[in-house]
């Protein structure tokens, strides 16, 4: 059976490592090994808290749903490989930019 956390129930913002780190000790107290994380009412994530989620995930069973598009842009920047390039912003809407 599926357990679901929702994002914002363990953690009122996403903009540290120790909060993802404290998402996870949520998850993995869980009966169940099969989890779907909710997103839903999470604005925005950091640059840290998606690279720690993404470490934290590794060899879990996770799933994600409820990213909204300025969430999902971070995972997508964060999964990214490194090849020295900048950030191309073209994908985000220009109300959107973080400048």
């Known amino acids: 059976m599926q ?8 953690v009122k913002e996403c903009a ?7 998402l ?3 998850i993995r107290a869980l009966p ?5 994380v909710d997103f839903s009412d999470v604005k925005s ?3 840290s808290f ?16 409820g990213m909204n598009e300025d969430v999902q842009a ?6 990214k490989p490194r090849t020295g ?5 073209s994908e985000w809407k220009e109300e959107r930019l973080p400048c």
Not at 3 to 10: D, G, I, T
Not at 32 to 36: A, G, N
């Open 3 to 10: 357990s679901k956390v929702k994002v914002v129930s363990v």
């Open 16 to 22: 540290l490592r120790h909060n993802a780190e404290r």
């Open 24 to 26: 996870f000790e949520t």
């Open 32 to 36: 169940s090994k099969d989890v779907l």
């Open 45 to 47: 994530v950091s640059r």
């Open 50 to 65: 998606a690279q720690e989620y993404l470490e934290q995930k590794k060899g879990l069973t996770v799933t994600e749903t």
């Open 74 to 79: 971070m995972f997508n920047l964060v999964k």
């Open 85 to 89: 390039e900048r950030f191309d912003f």
